[in-house]
């Protein structure tokens, strides 16, 4: 089992990148120092995707995210190897990443095709904010129109309360003109309607 493993790394056929051909220090050290770079940013962009991906659980299309995930740190691992094969000719193991780089760039790629049309249908961020803006102007619109209402239906409330007032008064009115007249009252008082 481990036999594969050392053959991966064994550099006995191979000489360092540095021992082919004739490399200058600069054109030597502008490979290194390229390769390590892309393959910081390689690091850092999974890095972000992954806190990204973490704390937005409704993130769509998640194992597109983790796909590309894979990809971006492959492509960073072969930068990385290919900057170590200039000491330790590890081209082996360097054939390996590029293998699996190549597996998971198309699986991304294969993965994508049905998710393209999808998210095609996902409104973008302004027409969701334009939407979201148009649905708080309908609800605050409709808040003003109840409180009109409501207003004017406790407009009315007085003005019914009042009137009922003002008709008992001239309810009693009209009793007392009765009984002056030496009539029986036509309408019964409030007292009487609450006495038993």
């Not at 910081?40 to 597109?64: E, G, M, Q, S, W």
């Not at 409501?150 to 008992?168: T, V, W």
Request: net charge negative.
């Amino acid at each position: 089992m481990l036999d594969p493993i050392r053959r991966l790394f064994d550099t006995s056929e191979f000489p360092a990148r540095w021992h082919c051909g004739t490399w200058s220090e600069l054109h030597g050290w502008t490979h290194i120092v390229a390769d390590i770079a892309i393959f910081a940013a390689y690091a850092a962009i999974p890095i972000a995707l992954v806190i990204f991906v973490t704390r937005r659980r409704d993130t769509p299309f998640l194992p597109i995210f983790w796909l590309f995930v894979a990809f971006i740190l492959f492509c960073g691992i072969t930068h990385l190897a290919e900057a170590i094969i200039f000491w330790n000719p590890w081209y082996r193991f360097s054939a390996l990443l590029k293998v699996c780089t190549a597996i998971v760039s198309w699986a991304t790629v294969l993965a994508l095709i049905p998710v393209i049309p999808k998210a095609l249908t996902l409104p973008g961020l302004a027409a969701a904010n334009a939407q979201l803006e148009q649905q708080v102007a309908e609800r605050r619109d409709a808040e003003a129109r109840l409180q009109r209402s409501y207003s004017e239906l406790e407009d009315f409330a007085q003005a019914l309360s009042g009137r009922e007032e003002r008709m008992i008064e001239l309810k009693g009115e009209v009793n007392a003109l009765l009984v002056e007249l030496g009539r029986d009252p036509r309408y019964a008082s409030d007292t009487d309607a609450e006495s038993p």
